[in-house]
């Protein structure tokens, strides 16, 4: 896979799965995952995506500290609906990390390594999203603001020119080095605390 340098400097994250390590699927239950699986999982890189990641990650640093989270042991509240805005691609990384699902995801075993029920919409909750652990009930609330990296002022323009049927390569290329530029900028801006915000 050909993806855009920056990718590699955007720290990996570990979780420990029981279920993983229940099934023999992974040593010591230990997952490692990076912000390229997840431009896999969603089919492209974009601030939302970003956005994702970083509110994910930084939640489970926030609940564990120095500990590995614990895959499938989080709950995740949303204040949206998850079919508005882009609610639904931030749910499908959120689960790609936690597991956590609202009724589809592995129902168990005997009661154990549940992971449907752990995810919600429409909670009234401060921020876009809560992450909770299950175990001990501490819990931070965190929101992503991609308005902190602005656009370039020529990128609309470069998305109806790479739009255009008669569009060149070398259109369609300017307009997703920009895109991608932006994205990379929000992960500096996120290492230097901005764009992110806990309660």
């Given at each position: 896979?050909?993806?855009?340098?920056f990718?590699?400097?955007?720290?990996?994250?570990?979780?420990?799965?029981?279920?993983?390590r229940?099934?023999?699927?992974?040593?010591?239950?230990?997952?490692?995952?990076?912000?390229?699986?997840v431009?896999?999982?969603?089919?492209?890189?974009c601030?939302?995506?970003?956005g994702?990641?970083?509110?994910?990650?930084g939640?489970?640093?926030?609940?564990?500290?120095?500990?590995?989270?614990?895959?499938?042991?989080?709950?995740?509240?949303?204040?949206?609906?998850?079919a508005?805005g882009?609610?639904g691609v931030i749910?499908?990384?959120?689960?790609?990390?936690?597991?956590?699902t609202?009724?589809?995801g592995?129902k168990g075993?005997?009661?154990r390594?549940?992971?449907?029920?752990l995810?919600?919409?429409?909670?009234?909750?401060?921020?876009?999203?809560?992450?909770?652990r299950v175990?001990?009930?501490?819990a931070v609330?965190?929101s992503?603001?991609a308005s902190?990296v602005p656009?370039?002022?020529?990128?609309?323009?470069?998305?109806?020119?790479?739009?255009?049927?008669?569009?060149?390569q070398?259109?369609?290329a300017?307009?997703?080095?920009?895109?991608?530029?932006r994205v990379r900028r929000?992960f500096e801006?996120a290492?230097?605390?901005?764009?992110?915000k806990?309660?």
């Open positions: 896979m050909a993806y855009p340098a990718f590699d400097t955007i720290p990996t994250v570990i979780l420990r799965d029981p279920l993983a229940f099934l023999g699927a992974a040593e010591d239950g230990l997952i490692e995952y990076s912000f390229a699986e431009v896999k999982l969603t089919g492209h890189s601030p939302t995506v970003a994702a990641w970083l509110m994910t990650v939640a489970l640093k926030r609940l564990y500290g120095d500990d590995t989270p614990i895959r499938g042991e989080v709950a995740v509240r949303f204040q949206k609906n998850a508005e882009v609610t749910a499908g990384v959120v689960t790609f990390l936690t597991g956590a609202e009724d589809t592995f075993l005997r009661g390594f549940v992971r449907r029920g995810m919600s919409f429409d909670q009234p909750i401060d921020g876009d999203i809560r992450f909770e175990d001990t009930g501490q609330t965190v992503f603001d902190q656009s370039p002022s020529d990128l609309m323009p470069r998305l109806f020119m790479a739009m255009d049927k008669e569009a060149t070398e259109q369609k300017a307009f997703a080095a920009a895109w991608q530029d929000i801006e290492e230097k605390g901005q764009v992110l806990y309660a």
